[in-house]
């Protein structure tokens, strides 16, 4: 069979119906998919050592025979050393391994095998150099030619099929497959001296021996470059070519501004807005004036009053005869929304609605009923806004709240539901300016920094597990004074791999400890009403303290919840733990934060929370812990759902993003579709809008 990039993986040599289900598992579908699975580095065997020439220190490959092996169980319980010694014309090499005992089943007299690892003197032993827990790979004559005199390629593991497995297979995949289509067009290939798309898959995956070794593993040679490149072009000239096409749109209805609609914001608001958050209302009143779209990102710091705004604008479309569409990612969240939401707007005329999957058949049924006559009304929900069956008479206004958490394809299904709909997307986590600007190409920006007046800043303190009794006798003095607050856990339960306390057994003796309080327990398990249950209870002050996993980490909001202790803090990311810092500090009592650090916390982690320590500043934190923790784990793609990159990263690659945007902008600008390539990819992102607006 030829094969195509859109070709079934189980149709590639060394892929059979288990490793098809694997590799479907991993996400890894198509050939394309497996030629995008790239090396995450590379080693140098270009050129193989002989053991009598072999130097102290210095990283070596070597081939030789299995001479001789042996395992040793120490009087330390169940620690294994397992040696083994390697010939190569006489001259000999002592290779150890340490607690992995499987290896005898491995090295077996005789076997070729090649060992890359840096080289010891090994005084005590006839056996002169020696290597611990080198790289190994046993081979044959089939494979001996590939491993050696080359760069080799090493791949990640897929659940149960080795790094090892997943190079043969794509060797011989990259020298089976022909049909590669290029994506970009000749004009840029030759304006940035660019490789054809196949040459450089071809190159990522099997180097030729001239390539620099140490660009390699930057992933800065000219082909991982291009295809860096490509993908990022791609993704901004998506983004270009719809923000073309909505700034054409007439969206077919004028709203107009009210004194109704300004009574309306005075009776409501029972705080002054700041600054920021007037500027922000300013921008978004504008956009839906104007006769085309809004498209708006809201960017706010934790507590910043974005769903204020969100209240405002929406009163604003409602006022005007229109629908209006709230989602939040999960049902908590929705739920506190709809909640406060309901109760401020008690006693004015308008219809707030709740649509979540925990919705009742009967009450659903009447809601789309709703929906469907077009009646003006706020519906609050999670996903279950943008299902098949969901029809809206008359959407005008669509928001979604806490964006990074929801994928592009259900943004633009939600905003396709309406016609012509205006668009506001709000989030918390924050992102340098230039990145958002970036990464929004769509969108235009509104930054809130500035927290409602009151509000006392947060103490925030570092705590050694330690001295965790004292906390909690500082924690019974403040339940006694009639205030609330959390302690949250990174688990629910024991886990093998990471020996952290789990929520669900902590909970049992937390409540042996604070006997004289009511204690709740919060998770992502519970059903959700049990969950909107608790959450009641605690916010009526029925639960003085809840004990948790990070699932409060976005939108619970508490105002007489004063403190927050997060265990293992070291397990949790700079964003995420200001995320739970914001759920304290939101009325007028002083608030404080507490990060507890087990002993085996490293080094790179206090870092990290010391400098969460220094300052509230989500904007200020979020550059500090790209500094720290670098841009692949700082702005990784997990933390835009909509980011799927195989190969880019939006921080690292944050040049190449500039000038692909710039190209993208372009293209579109001056309608340069005459590629083919172009031209293939314009359709493409056609016949996908036009499958979400059907859908």
């Known amino acids: 069979m030829r094969l195509k990039l859109s070709s079934s993986v189980k149709y590639i040599k060394g892929i059979g119906p288990k490793r098809e289900r694997i590799f479907k598992k991993a996400g890894i579908n198509t050939v394309?998919?497996?030629?995008?699975?790239?090396?995450?580095?590379?080693?140098?065997?270009?050129?193989?050592?002989?053991?009598?020439?072999?130097?102290?220190?210095?990283?070596?490959a070597i081939v030789g025979e299995v001479f001789s092996k042996n395992r040793i169980i120490t009087p330390r319980r169940g620690f294994h050393i397992f040696q083994?010694?390697?010939?190569?014309?006489?001259?000999?090499?002592?290779?150890?391994?340490?607690?992995?005992?499987?290896l005898e089943n491995v090295f077996w007299r005789g076997k070729k095998v090649v060992l890359f690892g840096t080289v010891k003197k090994n005084p005590s032993s006839s056996v002169k150099?020696?290597?611990?827990n080198p790289e190994y790979e046993i081979i044959d004559l089939e494979e001996s030619s590939f491993l050696m005199g080359r760069i080799i390629p090493v791949y990640e593991r897929i659940y149960?099929?080795?790094?090892?497995?997943?190079?043969?297979?794509?060797y011989n995949l990259i020298n089976d497959i022909k049909d590669v289509y290029e994506n970009l067009p000749e004009s840029i290939r030759k304006k940035y001296n660019f490789p054809d798309r196949f040459i450089s898959l071809k190159q990522i995956h099997s180097p030729s021996t001239d390539c620099s070794i140490e660009e390699l593993n930057n992933f800065s040679s000219v082909h991982h470059r291009r295809v860096i490149f490509e993908e990022l072009f791609l993704f901004e000239l998506g983004l270009a070519y719809f923000r073309e096409k909505t700034s054409q749109f007439n969206k077919g209805r004028m709203y107009t501004f009210t004194e109704k609609i300004e009574s309306v914001w005075k009776k409501i608001l029972p705080f002054e807005l700041t600054e920021d958050q007037r500027k922000c209302l300013d921008e978004i009143k504008k956009d839906l004036l104007d006769s085309q779209p809004m498209r708006r990102l809201l960017q706010g710091e934790v507590g910043s009053g974005k769903t204020a705004i969100a209240l405002l604008t929406s009163i604003f479309v409602m006022e005007n005869g229109y629908q209006v569409a709230f989602m939040a990612p999960t049902e908590?969240?929705?739920?506190?929304?709809?909640?406060?939401?309901?109760?401020?707007?008690?006693?004015?005329?308008?219809?707030?609605?709740?649509?979540?999957g925990s919705t009742s058949r009967k009450e659903r049924e009447k809601i789309l009923k709703d929906l469907k006559e077009g009646r003006p009304s706020l519906v609050i929900g999670t996903h279950a806004l943008f299902q098949k069956d969901v029809v809206y008479g008359n959407l005008g206004y669509v928001i979604i709240d806490e964006q990074h958490r929801f994928g592009v394809a259900q943004r633009t299904t939600l905003y396709l539901k309406g016609k012509k709909t205006d668009l506001l997307v709000m989030t918390a986590t924050p992102i340098p300016r230039s990145l958002a600007l970036t990464?929004?190409?769509?969108l235009d920006l509104s930054t809130m920094r500035e927290l409602p007046r009151g509000r006392i800043p947060i103490k925030s303190h570092i705590i050694h597990e330690k001295n965790i009794d004292k906390l909690y006798s500082w924690i019974k003095e403040e339940l006694r004074n009639g205030n609330q607050g959390y302690i949250v856990f990174p688990l629910i339960e024991e886990s093998e791999k990471l020996d952290l306390k789990a929520a669900e057994i902590e909970y049992e003796n937390l409540s042996m400890l604070f006997k004289d309080f009511k204690l709740g327990l919060i998770h992502g398990r519970l059903t959700t009403r049990e969950r909107e249950r608790i959450m009641r209870n605690f916010e009526k002050g029925e639960i003085n303290l809840l004990v948790s996993t990070s699932i409060i980490e976005v939108g619970i909001d508490i105002s007489n919840a004063t403190f927050l202790v997060v265990e293992n803090a070291d397990r949790f990311g700079l964003a995420q733990l200001h995320q739970l810092r914001g759920r304290i500090g939101r009325g007028d009592k002083e608030s404080h934060c507490f990060f507890v650090l087990p002993k085996k916390a490293g080094q790179e982690a206090k870092r990290r929370i010391e400098a969460l320590i220094k300052t509230n500043d989500g904007f200020k934190i979020a550059e500090e812990d790209l500094i720290l923790r670098g841009p692949g784990q700082a702005f990784g793609t997990a933390q835009w759902g909509h980011l799927n990159f195989r190969?880019?990263?939006?921080?690292k690659d944050s040049g190449v993003l500039e000038i692909a945007k710039e190209e993208a902008f372009r293209v579109i600008k001056e309608k340069?579709?005459?590629?083919?390539?172009?031209?293939?990819?314009?359709?493409e992102l056609d016949r996908r809008e036009k499958e979400v607006s059907f859908s």
């Open 32 to 60: 394309e998919d497996l030629l995008y699975y790239f090396p995450f580095r590379y080693e140098d065997r270009r050129k193989f050592h002989k053991i009598s020439e072999l130097v102290e220190n210095e990283k070596s």
């Open 84 to 102: 083994v010694v390697v010939s190569q014309n006489g001259e000999k090499l002592l290779c150890v391994w340490f607690n992995q005992p499987y």
């Open 129 to 132: 150099w020696k290597m611990e």
């Open 160 to 170: 149960n099929i080795s790094g090892k497995a997943i190079r043969k297979i794509i």
């Open 332 to 356: 908590i969240l929705a739920g506190q929304h709809f909640l406060r939401i309901k109760e401020i707007l008690k006693d004015l005329p308008y219809r707030v609605l709740f649509l979540t």
């Open 439 to 442: 990464i929004y190409s769509d």
């Open 647 to 651: 190969v880019a990263d939006v921080v």
């Open 672 to 683: 340069d579709f005459s590629s083919p390539e172009l031209k293939r990819y314009i359709e």
